[in-house]
């Protein structure tokens, strides 16, 4: 995926109050351009705290909302406050030659990211990871948190959006190993195909190293769970 790149002057970046209520949505159906522009006029974006990449003159805004200064809802059919992302994008910007883009102009919620990742590999020092939701899993027609989050890599301009982890799986816990380009991540899966995440399903270990392409793998195998399964059975579930 690649990012809308433009140029904004640094003034238009000063975060807004994150005190502020949250918006609880847009609804955009049926309203003229017009319509739609008046409302736009009437949000703040909120531009959480800068975080700058070491030893580069790149620097990070998430982005999230705040309610529409009018007091009015809009809001998208069957969404709720709770179900709107953490963060709905990213700017990156470049304080030496003053560019700056997006990570994406695909609708997604970002749920977390790490950059500055220290005793990593020499690709994961230039690396930003991401836990990203971007498909509607379900089929509902709202991306919320019933939907998998995903594990992305980008690099530190947010350039090369990269997906780690597989796409119908929901991402649940990555880990570095140290000094290294790999990474040790938890999903769940959808196993009974019931289009949702839920203790009847089982967890997927993997492994990923960034220096190496095709890398993904499991951690254990189908049979090696089984075996693991059948042991704790036969040692602490059958009674004498």
């Keep these: 995926m690649k990012g809308l790149i433009y140029c904004i002057p640094i003034l238009l970046l000063i975060a807004c109050n994150e005190n502020n209520e ?3 949505g847009v609804e955009d159906e049926n309203l003229s351009q017009t319509q739609i522009d008046s409302i736009l006029d009437e949000y703040n974006f909120v531009y959480a705290d800068l975080t700058l990449i070491d030893s580069t003159n790149q620097v990070i805004f998430p982005i999230s909302t705040q309610r529409y200064k009018g007091g009015a809802k809009f809001r998208s059919s069957g969404y709720e406050p709770g179900d709107y992302a953490r ?5 990156f910007y470049n304080s030496l030659t003053g ?15 790490k950059c500055n990742i220290p005793k990593s590999g020499s690709i994961l020092k230039n690396r930003i990871l991401f836990e990203i939701g971007d498909i509607d899993y379900n089929e509902d027609k709202i991306l919320n ?13 947010g350039s090369e959006l990269t997906r780690l982890s597989p796409i119908n799986e929901y991402l649940e816990y990555y880990k570095i190993i140290p000094n290294s380009n790999k990474i040790i991540f938890k999903t769940k899966r959808d196993e009974d195909r019931d289009f949702d995440f839920d203790k009847d399903d089982q967890f997927i270990w993997y492994q990923i190293d960034l220096s190496e392409t095709n890398s993904l793998v499991e951690v254990l195998s189908n049979t090696e769970r089984k075996l693991i399964e059948k042991l704790y059975f ?7």
Excluded at 99 to 113: A, H, M, P
Excluded at 145 to 157: A, E, G, Q, R
């Design 22 to 24: 949250r918006i609880a």
């Design 87 to 91: 963060y709905w994008n990213i700017l």
């Design 99 to 113: 560019k700056t883009n997006l990570l994406t102009e695909s609708k997604i919620r970002i749920s977390d990211f």
């Design 145 to 157: 948190s019933k939907d998998p989050l995903h594990l992305f890599v980008s690099k530190i301009d």
């Design 234 to 240: 036969e040692q602490w579930l059958v009674k004498e």
